[in-house]
């Protein structure tokens, strides 16, 4: 996502590079700022907390609000495209008492219209900061899309933590996609949201350390946890020294390729380090967690039978790229031949989506849910001619002059048309018009 690193350094205080306190005995766990995991639609949100300049009793909140493209409607204008939205957030107590309560607007301006539909999946970003008191709170968003005049809302729970009390404390964890440090300023690219939408995204977490002596080295570990306890992933970022009392870090998240759809805990844990700059893992002296999503997708469904993906592409793949990919020797090699194959014929490859594979395997889904006959639906006549050529623009259906069976012909531009007959009456239609001998599914914007 994109749009926020300038917003961000103009906002932020200058990193301070935090001297830790040499008593490290004392453990400051800060609670989770979010309680559970929301997955909004269509626009996401991050609600992260950090501590105060303005007041050591309160702490510093940011609502981020990430609204992507696609679910905005854009109108042209002088050769571009634009589009406006208006959010709202307000902020109520435990008792519903309404303490914060703000409405602004959001101007997009797109040069290309196949960007502006969503081709690159990018984003509008925007933050607001509040000023609250640690405790609970009700945030309530409702992003307003100007030209397409809907509205939509997402309402959190937030717990607000107070933060600096301990020797050693963490603000919320961020989840960047990109981080530079120029001098003392970092500038960032958040992805907001927990919902991680692919492996291949590049992800760092940051945090802003808050300490009361300045002291020490000291060093970020990470892992990413399943419900029952699990490690799924673990790494640390690069020891550093102390010398202020408040440093802003980050570490990169280096997942596995793969990770099975669900919701985990991403756990990051703050660390002293000996002189030969070897963490102590044992001594925690601040903790932080967040939720991290891996989202069911298509990618992910096919994947999880690669034997059978494999097979699959009869309708897109030549024979000998077939052969070239079932000549694997082990399933992780088959895997990898699979994805750069799909890698080859990506409309898109400067993104993490593969529109072509999404719309190819779906295909094959809606098949096997409308054609199955003696056989899947993918291998029927009926789902062979769908997957190839997609939905017809019409479709006639009638009584053959036998009186008993049952022709259906469907018709697609350029005067193509293919005709099937059901002599059974139990709907194994069989292909009477031959289909090219070449004809292969291609993907068209």
């Not at 500038?187 to 002291?215: Q, R």
């Not at 009392?245 to 099975?260: A, D, E, H």
């Not at 006549?381 to 939905?391: L, P, S």
């Amino acid at each position: 996502m994109e749009g926020l690193g300038t917003d961000l350094n103009m906002r932020m205080k200058p990193p301070i590079i935090v001297v830790l306190a040499t008593a490290v005995s004392c453990i400051a766990v800060a609670p989770d700022v979010l309680a559970q995991p929301v997955l909004p639609a269509p626009f996401k949100v991050d609600v992260l907390s950090f501590r105060s300049a303005v007041s050591p009793a309160m702490s510093r909140v940011d609502v981020y609000v990430s609204m992507p493209f696609e679910a905005l409607q854009f109108s042209e204008f002088n050769g571009t495209m634009v589009a406006e939205y208006t959010v709202t957030t307000t902020v109520r107590d435990t008792t519903g008492r309404k303490l914060f309560d703000s409405t602004y607007k959001r101007s997009v301006v797109e040069d290309d219209y196949a960007v502006a539909r969503g081709k690159t999946g990018k984003a509008d970003n925007a933050v607001r900061r509040y000023e609250l008191r640690p405790g609970t709170y009700r945030i309530e968003i409702i992003a307003r899309d100007v030209f397409g005049r809907r509205d939509h809302s997402v309402t959190r729970k937030v717990v607000v933590p107070a933060l600096g009390s301990g020797s050693a404390d963490m603000s919320s964890v961020m989840l960047a996609s990109d981080i530079e440090q120029r001098g003392e300023r970092f500038s960032i690219v958040p992805y907001v949201g927990d919902v991680v939408w692919s492996n291949e995204v590049s992800l760092f977490a940051f945090v802003e350390i808050y300490l009361k002596e300045n002291s020490g080295r000291y060093i970020l570990t990470w892992n990413i946890e399943a419900t029952d306890g699990r490690t799924l992933a673990l790494g640390q970022g690069e020891p550093f020294l102390a010398e202020r009392s408040i440093i802003q870090s980050f570490v990169p998240l280096l997942t596995p390729q793969r990770m099975i759809p669900g919701t985990y805990s991403l756990r990051l844990r703050l660390h002293p380090v000996s002189g030969s700059d070897v963490a102590d893992t044992s001594v925690v002296l601040a903790e932080r967690s967040r939720p991290y999503v891996v989202p069911r997708s298509m990618t992910g469904a096919v994947l999880s039978d690669v034997t059978k993906a494999i097979k699959q592409l009869i309708y897109v793949a030549d024979q000998s790229d077939i052969d070239v990919i079932q000549g694997g020797t082990t399933e992780i090699d088959r895997l990898s031949r699979f994805e750069e194959y799909w890698k080859k014929i990506d409309p898109t490859p400067s993104t993490v989506r593969n529109e072509a594979l999404e719309e190819y395997y779906s295909r094959i889904e809606q098949a096997n849910r409308r054609f199955k006959s003696y056989t899947e639906g993918w291998l029927t006549d009926m789902g062979r001619v769908y997957i190839i050529y997609g939905e017809p623009l019409n479709t006639e259906r009638f009584t053959a002059q036998n009186g008993v069976s049952i022709v259906t012909r469907w018709l697609y531009p350029n005067n193509l048309s293919f005709t099937f007959e059901d002599n059974t009456g139990f709907g194994d239609y069989r292909l009477r018009t031959p289909v090219p001998a070449n004809a292969k599914y291609t993907y068209r914007r």
